[in-house]
Nanobody, 127 residues
Framework: QLQLVESGGGLVQPGGSLRLSCAAS????????LGWFRQAPGKEREGISC????????YYADSVKGRFTISRDNAKNMVYLQMNSLKPEDTAVYYC????????????????????WGQGTQVTVSS
């Protein structure tokens, strides 16, 4: 009954921008640490960015730091990932994730402590 649904993926040229959204149903995101992960074909899943329940703390992987920004809107039960200066190596399926608030942003993004996963949205960066 608990679902996370990603949207906003697509094809974009190198240097372009894209905004991913994730909507939750069946539970209230106020009580959850949230994050974004990605997986390219033949590659391991990578924790990209995670954010605390209030948005006060966040984590970014070195590969996206300075280019991506995570944010959340608890009133709308949504989490977002703004992606700027996109590179071909950013091409992957992007997943949103959630876990109870006792999980820290580092525990989620680095230690892969995740309770719920979305189905993913494809992002392709190509000229």
């Amino acid at each position: 009954q608990l679902q996370l649904v990603e949207s906003g993926g697509g094809l974009v040229q190198p240097g372009g921008s894209l905004r991913l959204s994730c909507a939750a149903s069946g539970f209230t995101l106020d009580y959850y640490t949230l994050g974004w992960f990605r997986q390219a074909p033949g590659k391991e899943r990578e924790g990209i960015s995670c954010i605390s329940t209030s948005g006060g703390r966040s984590y970014y992987a070195d590969s996206v730091k300075g280019r991506f920004t995570i944010s959340r809107d608890n009133a709308k039960n949504m989490v977002y990932l703004q992606m700027n200066s996109l590179k071909p190596e950013d091409t992957a399926v992007y997943y949103c994730a959630a876990d109870l608030r006792f999980t820290t942003v580092q525990a989620m993004c680095v230690m892969y402590r995740v309770g719920y996963w979305g189905q993913g949205t494809q992002v392709t960066v190509s000229s």
